[in-house]
Every structure is written in C-alpha cells, then in structure tokens.
C-alpha cells in the first residue's frame, strides 16, 4: 500500500505549477530533484515548459516521503531508489517495499507447502 498521499487527477501531463500544489514541493525544488534523480525526467513542450506524467509525480511523492517524512539524506534516497526491485509482484497502485515481516511470511508459507 502506498503512504496516503493527495490524489493526483486524471490527466496526462502536468505543468511544473500543478505538481508543486498536488506535492507541496516548491518549484526550484522540484527542478533540483531532477538533477539529483534520474527518474524524475518530465518531457518538455514546445516551448519549453516541463510536462510530468504521473508515475514523474509518484516518483516525486516517494521521494518527498524518503527525504522528509523517513529522514533519508538525498545520497540515502538515491540508493533506496536505485536499489530497489523494479517489479515487486505488487499491483500497480501498491508501490510500497515488502517488510521483513511480509517476506518472512511468504517465505514460511513456501517452507510449508514445500514440506507438504
């Protein structure tokens, strides 16, 4: 389950002001994230404005989450980022990490009908 977030609208692409309200990220920080982080790449209009996409704007909340809410430095946030599993068997609007309990659990449940 992802954390509780805004609900971001159903469009296909969004304007720079537009994910700084549905974020509560300022604009010059948003700009500076995308230096730091390679999966925030918003394509450009014509002339020239940036256009996200929402999996850019869930991006942008998990690492509003990671930096603020988690204390993880950006150096931190990079590597949970780059390290983490791209396809986790999860549904596509489950975007969390399994916990130490939840893939213990599975690994039981394996143990189990392996011994069967």
Not at 60 to 78: H, Q, W
Request: glycine fraction near 6%.
């Amino acid at each position: 389950m992802r954390p509780t977030g805004p609900d971001i609208p159903d469009k296909r692409y969004f304007r720079i002001g537009e994910v700084s309200a549905i974020t509560g990220i300022e604009p010059y920080v948003l700009r500076y994230w995308e230096t730091e982080f390679p999966k925030i790449n918003p394509a450009r209009s014509r002339s020239g404005q940036r256009l996200y996409k929402r999996c850019d704007i869930e991006t942008i909340l998990e690492i509003k989450d990671l930096l603020y809410r988690k204390r993880y430095t950006i150096a931190g946030a990079k590597q949970y980022l780059q390290r983490r599993p791209k396809n986790r068997g999860l549904s596509a609007n489950d975007t969390h990490p399994l916990t130490l309990d939840e893939i213990r659990a599975e690994l039981l449940a394996i143990r189990d009908l392996l011994n069967r």
